[in-house]
């Protein structure tokens, strides 16, 4: 599968932002869609992910603020971010895997995306 991430943007601290990451491929909904970022400087860390079913995981970081959602007829995933923070700033990656299991290990995913960049201003 491939995977086109889009949406970033440059936003202020509190406002919102859609990411999409679209796919190729008719199987969609077999596979797991995970967000990831990456701030300079640091390691690429997991923020969501969401099973084909639905099921739903966040980072400790972003739960409350941010909702990943999917829709498999469009082989569509989204990271609705609401409240941003200027700590949100990095690139942010879709992935996806062949399986059930929301893991959060980048490793764990076979399919990635470009980046979109996300800049939060104060």
């Known amino acids: 599968v491939q995977l086109q991430a889009s949406g970033g943007g440059l936003v202020q601290a509190g406002g919102s932002l859609t990411l999409s990451c679209a796919a190729s491929g008719r199987t969609f909904s077999r596979y797991v869609v995970g967000w990831f970022r990456q701030a300079p400087g640091k390691e690429r860390e997991a923020v969501t992910a969401?099973?084909?079913?639905?099921?739903?995981r966040y980072s400790d970081s972003v739960k409350g603020r941010f909702t990943i959602s999917r829709d498999n007829a469009k082989n569509t995933a989204y990271l609705q971010m609401n409240n941003l923070k200027p700590e949100d700033t990095a690139v942010y990656y879709c992935a996806a895997r062949d399986g059930t299991v929301t893991y959060f290990g980048a490793n764990r995913y076979d399919y990635w995306g470009r980046g979109t960049q996300v800049t939060v201003s104060s």
């Open positions: 969401i099973s084909g079913s639905g099921g739903e």
